[in-house]
């Protein structure tokens, strides 16, 4: 008993092998050099590779009944990386035999192309009657075998007797997509992946579209308003050529689903000729360049609504032809701004070149230059996962820029235009504030002017650029001696002025004037020791030495002015008795 068991386990480990020789010899004298379909669990995805052979229907009118019993057919071996020269009318029929395999798991015919018009597998059932499964764009997705975002087709195994398959595929441009065998475990697998995948790349599209939306109405800024549809109109294209948008958005729409991988991707790119155009500002460098790309994008908007009703072939033609003019115009216009002193050009090209760079792919795969691969099913997403988030930062970048010129023009009545500094009317409101609040409060600010005193000199010795750009330098030095809650303001050509807020006793304001002159007379990185600014600087104390701001502004320049040219002393206090030490006031008071 036990030998018996034993001799048919061999058996049945053989069978497989054996049939398979079997058929490889049935099939052609030279079918020994062919590939072997091995539905092996262990090393999946199978691929067809070279085991079928395939014909050409030109009429594309063969029925599966008409392929079996036609004479004179010249079917040729498949290739691993082949491409299929299809057209629209044309049927491309595949005949190949599965072997006798284990027949545990359940196994699928899996075409990884989302956008193939339609794919047809016949099986001869055990009465002669070639029994058919059929999916893609032409079919609804909730009419196929196995709803899902390609065309995935159930096969029977047997273990025992081989099994023979008709595939007949229709496309309206070249074919060359792998058709691999799946099992049913290694299928829920992959899924979990791609799903990971493409959730990840779809809420970065999300993020990115709610972001450029939201900064349009907050900033009122045309390019983020582009941006945020031409990444919606991203999003559907690459829902639509991964088949998402086919199984969850429009099952039922078996010509939408057909014709929106065309549609779509021309309404991008004519979004994407807009939102260059505002982002790199074309109708303040060129209305005439700026109206060729607007023209443009409003023929794709017309092309889109064209596509739909040419033959699947000429649509095939004219996305192709839109895509390489509109890219050559962005690439143009992007690298013309950069030419003429665009800041954000360069990164804009630099976001984009991911994008063009997997497009190529796609162009080349549609003219049936290179078979389809991982690159041209997934580099465009590649691509546009990396320039979400590098034009969003230029966009942050271009935004802040703009503000800042704004901000730069509406404050020209308050702040001088060449050091940056507040000037003498917001100096002295803050210093009515300041008085008002140090009263509050109960403690003493302190206000000081500061005078340049040897332009002349500076002019005299190291040239009028040196004395131009000493202000500039002093108004530096000041703002790096001011804490947050301090004020530095420029309040004439040589004159400038500091608010300190409070608590500060005398003692402070005697040592604060010193620092700020010692500060000044420090030596500039890459100039002359002796190029260096000498400053007076006057004190007061608020509110002690008055509460009105003008007055208190009145003497500190008073003060300034009656010091003698030749004197040697730079700081002066209002109130000075006060402020001397007490050996001084001694002596005065004698």
């Not at 049945?12 to 092998?17: E, F, M, N, S, T």
């Not at 509406?410 to 140090?438: C, H, K, W, Y």
């Not at 500039?472 to 804490?483: D, H, K, N, Q």
Request: aromatic share 8%; with cysteine.
């Amino acid at each position: 008993m036990k030998a018996t068991a034993s001799w048919q386990a061999a058996w049945a480990a053989l069978l497989p092998a054996l049939w398979a020789a079997l058929l490889l010899g049935l099939i052609s004298p030279a079918a020994s050099a062919r590939a072997v379909l091995d539905l092996d669990t262990r090393a999946q995805p199978v691929a067809l590779k070279d085991w079928a052979d395939y014909w050409i229907d030109s009429s594309g009118r063969f029925t599966p009944e008409q392929i079996t019993t036609a004479a004179g057919l010249t079917w040729q071996p498949t290739q691993a990386e082949a491409i299929y020269p299809l057209g629209t009318g044309q049927a491309l029929w595949i005949r190949f035999t599965v072997p006798p395999a284990p027949d545990a798991e359940r196994w699928y015919l899996e075409v990884p192309y989302p956008s193939i018009n339609r794919a047809s597998l016949y099986t001869l059932d055990s009465a002669g009657r070639w029994n058919g499964q059929h999916a893609g764009d032409l079919v609804p997705v909730r009419g196929w075998p196995v709803p899902h975002r390609h065309p995935l087709l159930p096969i029977a195994v047997s273990a025992e007797v081989p099994t023979h398959y008709l595939l007949r595929l229709e496309n309206g441009h070249s074919f060359s997509a792998p058709l691999d065998f799946v099992s049913e475990s290694h299928l829920s697998r992959s899924e979990q992946r791609v799903s990971l995948i493409l959730g990840i790349f779809f809420g970065l599209a999300g993020l990115a579209m709610l972001l450029s939306a939201l900064s349009a109405l907050s900033l009122r800024d045309p390019a983020y308003g582009f941006y945020a549809l031409c990444v919606s109109l991203m999003a559907m294209t690459q829902a639509t050529v991964t088949g998402i948008a086919g199984l969850h958005l429009w099952p039922d729409a078996p010509w939408w689903n057909d014709m929106s991988t065309s549609v779509l991707p021309t309404l991008e790119l004519a979004v994407t000729l807009l939102f260059i155009a505002a982002a790199v500002s074309l109708p303040e460098r060129s209305m005439r360049l700026h109206r060729t790309m607007a023209g443009v994008a409003v023929f794709g908007l017309a092309l889109a609504a064209l596509l739909s009703v040419v033959s699947p072939g000429q649509r095939s033609t004219l996305t192709l032809a839109y895509i390489l003019l509109a890219q050559v115009l962005g690439l143009y216009v992007m690298v013309w701004a950069w030419r003429r002193g665009d800041r954000f050009a360069p990164w804009l090209l630099a976001g984009f070149l991911p994008v063009m760079a997997a497009s190529a792919y796609i162009l080349a795969r549609n003219a049936a230059l290179v078979p389809i691969s991982f690159l041209t099913q997934h580099g465009l997403q590649l691509g546009v996962a990396l320039e979400l988030p590098l034009i969003l930062v230029i966009l942050m970048l271009r935004s802040q820029h703009r503000r800042e010129n704004t901000r730069r023009l509406q404050g020209l009545d308050r702040v001088d235009p060449a050091t940056g500094l507040i000037n003498g009317q917001v100096f002295t409101e803050r210093l009515s504030r300041m008085i008002a609040r140090s009263g509050r409060l109960k403690h003493q600010s302190a206000v000081m002017v500061i005078d340049i005193v040897n332009t002349e000199s500076i002019h005299r010795d190291f040239g009028r650029k040196a004395a131009d750009d000493l202000p500039l330098r002093v108004a530096a030095r000041l703002l790096s001696t001011a804490r947050e809650i301090d004020s530095a303001a420029r309040l004439s050509e040589r004159r400038f002025g500091m608010l300190i807020e409070g608590p500060f006793s005398t003692e402070d304001a005697a040592t604060l004037g010193p620092r700020i002159v010692a500060r000044c007379l420090m030596p500039y990185k890459g100039l002359h020791v002796d190029c260096v600014a000498q400053v007076r600087v006057a004190c007061a104390l608020v509110p002690q030495h008055g509460t009105l701001a003008a007055g208190i502004l009145a003497k500190l320049e008073e003060r300034l002015a009656s010091a003698p040219a030749e004197s040697r002393r730079a700081v002066f206090m209002l109130g000075e008795v006060t402020a001397l030490p007490r050996r001084a006031r001694t002596r005065l008071s004698h």
